[in-house]
């Protein structure tokens, strides 16, 4: 990834992208979080899986079944989202609770990574593989 390749319009569209991307997540985390340090916990935890789902996505061939698989992906990533979230929770001493079923969860999470990689693949850089 040699950025001095990358056209200007595509550093900034990228560099929007992750601004919005990160500004979901310490909303999503703020609102669902008890304390400041799990929200801040869970937003980088979002933005990092994002990462790799964008990553992942940039992999997977285009076609009719892309954001089906890209939505397969993305709710593996909200597994690895609840239960990363879990051993926050543990460090952090929080019984204080306001967590959701796994279940739900981890497929709200993973579809919240869908839209986002989704938006990217739309609005993003094709060429940030």
Do not use: C
């Amino acid at each position: 990834m040699n950025s001095a390749r990358w056209p200007n319009h595509m550093k900034s569209r990228s560099i929007i992208f992750w601004s919005l991307a990160t500004l979901v997540w310490l909303v999503i985390s703020y609102l669902y979080h008890p304390s400041i340090p799990t929200m801040l916990a869970g937003a980088l935890l979002g933005v990092g899986l994002t990462a790799l789902i964008a990553w992942s996505g940039s992999k997977i061939p285009a076609g009719r079944l892309w954001l089906v698989k890209v939505l397969l992906v993305s709710v593996m990533a909200g597994l690895m989202n609840v239960t990363a979230l879990d051993v926050v929770y543990s460090l952090l001493a929080a019984p204080e609770g306001n967590r959701y079923i796994l279940p739900v969860e981890m497929v709200a999470s993973g579809l919240v990574f869908t839209l986002l990689v989704f938006a990217r693949s739309r609005f993003g850089s094709q060429q940030e593989n």
